[in-house]
Nanobody
Framework: VQVVESGGGLVQAGGSLRRSCAAS????????MLWYRQCPGKQRELVAFITSAGLTHYSDSLKGRFTISRDNAKNTVYLQMDSLKPEDTAVYYC??????????WGQGTQVTVSS
């Protein structure tokens, strides 16, 4: 399984960004797609995930501002980030998780929110 991310970059506070994550390879083995982030000086944290059945889960602190969705025809997952704050500045990672728990990580992309 290969995971390739796109999107991200620099945005002003209050703005929006959309991240994309395309999975390829043995995608039938994927049970969930997840987004993590690592803010400067902090541990990596879960942002959101979406299962193959379309069930979603969000970090409590981000619920309401971030939305995860998927396009099964394109094998792509999206992370829509709205009302961004400087504290959302982080490296964002996409990963695919198999039903046995094995994870495939994307390359990570910097998102910077300026005040």
């Amino acid at each position: 399984v290969q995971v390739v991310e796109s999107g991200g970059g620099l945005v002003q506070a209050g703005g929006s960004l959309r991240r994309s994550c395309a999975a390829s390879g043995s995608i039938s083995s994927i049970s969930s797609m997840l987004w993590y982030r690592q803010c400067p000086g902090k541990q990596r944290e879960l942002v959101a995930f979406i299962t193959s059945a379309g069930l979603t889960h969000y970090s409590d602190s981000l619920k309401g501002r971030f939305t995860i969705s998927r396009d099964n025809a394109k094998n792509t997952v999206y992370l829509q980030m709205d009302s961004l704050k400087p504290e959302d500045t982080a490296v964002y990672y996409c990963l695919a998780e198999r039903s046995d728990g094995l994870r495939y990580w994307g390359q990570g992309t910097q998102v910077t929110v300026s005040s």
